[in-house]
């Protein structure tokens, strides 16, 4: 499964609430620089996902062998986008 593949399957399975804040995230009303990006994603809540999400999730982490805390990818993302 290619990661667009995978990132279809992850927002098909959000409810309209987490949808609506992913797209604030992704489309902004006004660009935004990348560390501005990376702050506003470091700063975001952590979603509570009803338990069929998270077992699709970590179903999609394993079958790529990836498991990573929310924690991890977070940090991950801001590094990346700081650099």
């Known amino acids: 499964m290619s990661d667009v593949d995978r990132l279809h399957e992850i927002i098909d399975a959000l409810p309209p609430q987490q949808v609506h804040a992913l797209l604030t995230l992704l489309v902004p009303p006004q660009p ?44 991950r993302l801001y590094s990346a986008m700081i650099a």
């Open 32 to 75: 935004i620089s990348d560390e501005e990006f990376a702050r506003c994603l470091a700063e975001a809540p952590e979603e509570e996902v009803d338990e069929e999400t998270t077992a699709r999730i970590f179903a999609a982490e394993a079958e790529r062998g990836e498991i990573i805390s929310h924690g991890k990818l977070k940090q």
